[in-house]
């Protein structure tokens, strides 16, 4: 009985093999409602492609016929997503839910010249150095190739952008694309520098190709990029936003020949807020003959419904992490350290003055932190670029490509720069403020130690604060405590209070940055780590230069994470209203005290002063007199008993 059992499963998988490929045409017409969006392009001619078969982890049959299969994979009922009685544990959620198949677990073999490339990218890959493939490269693209939908886990480092950018390539090349079929093939980024470099990576590989390729993403011109589209661009990149946008109000744009999605760090474009803009855009695109790419660092619901709603059924699920240790990559030394919250600056600036000569990013929790601190260590010689939503897009592309070609340097950013971006050779990674998260850890350290290259990265953490290393070591996060001693600490806290008291400009900015920092820190959904009310506010100022802190409303910044999220994702960064809106608020308050002082002062004198000396003058000279009253006032406090 055994052995005829495996004879007919024998025959089943022969029969399997002989089965034609379907050859489906061309599509020329857009489910949804979009065929009016998208003009009429020529039809591409679709060579018959081979299916790719993964024999070892087909979905699960009849028991009794499979008895005999040998299988890595652990069947799965795909009707209920439960696993059957013989599951193993150790079965990712994410390929259960989705009812993709398992890939092998052995690895293929690891050089690009196994694979069948064409001319142009073969001459590609020898420019650009590329001889062996990484993991997730070589486990991703031959069935990439092959046709199959891919859902792709795999930490940051790990060579995605390849994976994902050949086979799509390949397939332009392959169906002879041409500017007047349109689009055959959208990647979607979450962020405009990862848009960038995706983009450039694409440049290199597409120079022996004649396929056209482009970016959209907000804050570009949009009048270029439609004249662009209108052209004909085989191979787009672009941020869901301005994706959606062409998609629904550019005429010209083509995407009816649409053969290849790829959505890249779907969890963080879910994450900051473009879930209903991708479910448009997916409505939008045509389904029929459209092979489809997501990666994500990270498993969700939410990642799970788009991948349900992008994936055709039975995917090829790839997690090249599944059997490692630890969350981060191996060639990473890890640390933190505790410190009070009136040491925090004077450490960082004696660490960075030591690391001149290293390429260090430094992450903070707000955008008007980063402006304040970069604005403090420039002014006293320690030179930094600086890196957040609030800036203009020129400005953030010069200074992103400008920090990735300097062979040293110091880069202060917000998560805007914590996901994907390959910046080469980092050699330290500072989280001045912690994440909210251990996901966001994850991503920040992913910016060192790429490649397989070393890195460094150190974590700040308050006393109080200590428990959220609990939550990184659940999250497979190795970390040793690093320790400084107090007398190889710069104490420059005399002259920083000094400086910022009599800088107007500083002081204005360290006024902001403080807000900031409190009520980003308010935000944070890990209440029991990060309380607001166990914060010393008098430490705090100190940390920004204050001998007495500024008022701050602790509030406003309470329950915005969600809010945050979204704003970071629409260019506005991390922060979103907990700066602006609580800082308007407290600038408007201590703007009518200072009229209000200004008239007791100045009387009817106030206005020809302005009008002789200009309002700027006016309100700094007020500003100054200000300063010396609260100093005087405070030296008799101190002197008196």
């Not at 890595?72 to 599951?87: C, L, W």
């Not at 694409?202 to 482009?214: G, P, Y």
């Not at 994706?243 to 959505?263: P, Y």
Request: contains cysteine; glycine residues 8%; charged residues 25%.
């Amino acid at each position: 009985m055994p052995a005829a059992t495996s004879a007919a499963s024998i025959e089943a998988k022969k029969r399997k093999r002989k089965r034609p490929s379907k050859n489906p045409q061309a599509t020329t017409t857009a489910e949804g409602g979009a065929e009016a969006a998208a003009p009429a392009a020529p039809a591409v001619n679709e060579e018959d492609v081979e299916p790719y078969i993964d024999e070892e982890h087909e979905p699960a049959v009849d028991s009794k016929k499979s008895k005999n299969k040998a299988a890595a994979a652990t069947p799965v009922d795909f009707e209920t997503d439960q696993p059957t009685a013989s599951t193993s544990k150790n079965v990712d959620p994410l390929a259960l839910l989705t009812g993709a198949q398992i890939a092998s677990p052995e690895l293929p073999p690891t050089a690009f010249d196994s694979l069948d490339l064409s001319s142009g990218t073969v001459k590609a890959l020898d420019q650009m150095g590329f001889t062996q493939m990484t993991e997730v490269q070589a486990r991703t693209i031959p069935p990439l190739l092959a046709g199959r939908d891919v859902l792709g886990a795999a930490k940051t480092g790990s060579g995605k952008t390849l994976a994902f950018l050949i086979p799509a390539i390949e397939m332009l090349n392959k169906l002879k694309f041409k500017p007047r079929n349109g689009t055959g093939a959208i990647v979607v980024s979450p962020t405009r520098e990862l848009a960038l470099q995706i983009f450039g990576v694409a440049k290199e590989l597409c120079e022996h190709h004649n396929q056209t390729f482009a970016i959209v993403m907000g804050g570009a011109n949009r009048k270029a990029e439609a004249e662009k589209l209108a052209k004909g661009v085989n191979l787009l990149i672009a941020t869901p936003g301005r994706l959606l946008d062409h998609l629904q109000n550019t005429k010209g744009f083509v995407f009816n020949n649409l053969r290849a999605l790829i959505i890249d760090e779907a969890d963080r474009i879910l994450e900051i807020g473009f879930e209903d803009e991708m479910r448009q855009i997916i409505g939008l695109l045509p389904k029929e003959n459209r092979q489809s790419m997501l990666f994500s660092a990270t498993q969700t619901t939410k990642v799970t419904d788009l991948a349900r709603m992008s994936l055709r059924p039975g995917p090829l699920y790839i997690n090249v992490d599944s059997h490692r240790e630890t969350s981060t990559a191996e060639n990473l030394e890890q640390g933190y350290v505790v410190c009070d919250s009136d040491k925090r600056f004077l450490l960082l600036f004696t660490f960075l003055r030591k690391n001149l000569k290293k390429k260090v990013i430094v992450f903070f929790s707000s955008c008007k932190s980063v402006q304040y601190h970069g604005e403090l260590l420039n002014y006293v010689d320690v030179p930094v670029l600086d890196l957040h939503g609030k800036q203009k897009q020129q400005k953030r592309t010069n200074t992103f490509f400008e920090f990735c070609n300097a062979p040293t340097g110091i880069l202060l950013c917000t998560d805007v720069a914590a996901r994907g971006l390959d910046i080469p050779k980092v050699d330290w990674i500072i989280q001045f403020d912690p994440p909210d998260d251990p996901r966001d850890y994850i991503h920040r350290v992913g910016r060192t130690a790429r490649a397989g290259k070393a890195g460094r990265s150190l974590l700040f953490l308050l006393p109080s604060e200590l428990g959220f290393l609990r939550f990184l070591k659940v999250a497979k996060v190795p970390l040793n405590e690093y320790s400084f001693p107090n007398e190889k600490i710069a104490n420059v806290q005399g002259q920083l209070e000094k400086l910022i008291s009599k800088n107007y400009y500083l002081h204005q900015s360290a006024r902001d940055g403080f807000r900031a920092y409190i009520q980003s820190y308010a935000s944070y959904s890990l209440k029991t780590i990060f309380d607001v009310s166990a914060l010393d506010l008098a430490k705090v100022g100190k940390a920004f230069g204050f001998a007495v802190p500024p008022s701050v409303n602790i509030n406003i910044g309470s329950g915005l994470k969600g809010k945050k999220r979204k704003a970071e994702g629409k260019g506005s960064d991390i922060e979103a209203e907990s700066d602006e809106s609580s800082g308007e608020e407290e600038d408007a308050l201590d703007g009518r005290r200072n009229k209000a002082a200004m008239v007791r002062r100045g009387g009817k004198g106030l206005d020809k002063r302005k009008e002789v000396m200009g309002a700027k003058k006016t309100e700094k000279d007020f500003y100054r007199e200000g300063r010396e009253r609260q100093a005087k006032a405070t030296e008799g406090k101190q002197w008196s008993r």
